[in-house]
């Protein structure tokens, strides 16, 4: 329950995952084509990055392509997964120079060879990266994961078929993707919407939900330090009392 570093009078949170919304309505809005948005939305993963890693965020989870995301325009899909492709390769000197790892958490099955092959070359060149460690959810969804996680626990506890009893949560907890992370403390989503879009969703159970209008190619290291501050005024209860709360303090 620890789930916070003190920097000086600030709580800064161990676990931020992010919903980048709202490229399409940002481009839009300026009659450009949605892939535009995408575009200047990568501008801003950078900044958010940046912003965390100055922040002594230990642990950042983006969600660039949702497992429902297929489901737009195949030009859209397209566009995103050649911007996918550039990011990456052009984005891991950053992460190297910032002393980022970066994972990747999905099915990467369904991208292209170049794709996973950017990943796995992005994934070594920052393995000893230990700034922050900075996740991308790309063909990520909730379910995905919990289904994912049932089929390896059974696969390594083969007695749980007959014993069902015997499953506990560590141990489906032990075949999540993020095994690498702790808990979500923080779950930011840009562009207004108030839903978890099947993003993490039993690593989130009680991540702290934090809305901003703001679009995603409009966020800048200011919204990122609102919402730090935002996460610093919630009193965290888990369950317990408020009274609890503050007696363990
Ligand atoms: C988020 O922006 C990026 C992805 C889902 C890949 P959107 O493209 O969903 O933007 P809006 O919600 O249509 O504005
Ligand atoms: C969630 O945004 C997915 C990502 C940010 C990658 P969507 O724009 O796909 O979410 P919905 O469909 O509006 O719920
Ligand atoms: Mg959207």
């Known amino acids: ?41 990568v501008e801003s993963v950078r900044r958010t990055i940046e912003a965390a890693a100055k922040c002594g965020v230990p642990f950042l989870s983006l969600f660039a392509f949702s497992s429902e995301n297929w489901r737009r325009p195949p030009e859209e899909v397209n566009a995103l997964m050649k911007l996918f492709a ?17 994972r990747v958490a999905g099915d990467l099955t369904a991208f292209s060879e170049d794709i996973q092959q950017s990943i796995a070359e992005s994934e070594a060149m920052t393995a000893s990266c230990d700034r922050m460690v900075l996740t991308i959810c790309a063909n990520y969804g909730g379910r995905w994961d919990i289904v994912e996680a049932m089929r390896k626990m059974v696969k390594a506890h083969p007695d749980v ?38 993003f993490i969703l039993w690593q989130a159970a009680y991540a702290e939900l934090y809305v901003t209008r703001t679009l995603w190619p409009d966020f ?26 503050r007696a363990n303090k």
Request: glycine letters at 10%.
């Open 86 to 102: 550039t990011a990456l390769k052009r984005e891991a000197k950053h992460m190297l120079a910032n002393g980022v790892r970066m």
């Open 220 to 245: 800048r290291e200011e919204d990122f330090m609102g919402a730090i501050e935002w996460f610093n005024d919630r009193e965290r209860r888990f369950g317990m009392t408020g009274d609890q709360v």
């Open 1 to 41: 329950m620890t789930a916070i570093i003190k920097q000086g009078n600030v709580a800064v949170p161990r676990h931020v995952a992010i919903i980048m919304d709202g490229n399409g309505r940002w481009a839009q809005s300026r009659f450009l084509p949605r892939a535009e948005g995408h575009r200047r939305g």
């Open 161 to 198: 078929a007959e014993h069902p009893e015997r499953i506990t949560e560590a141990m489906v907890s032990e075949h999540m993707a993020f095994d690498w992370a702790p808990e979500v403390d923080l779950m930011i989503r840009t562009g207004g919407e108030q839903r978890i879009s099947n």
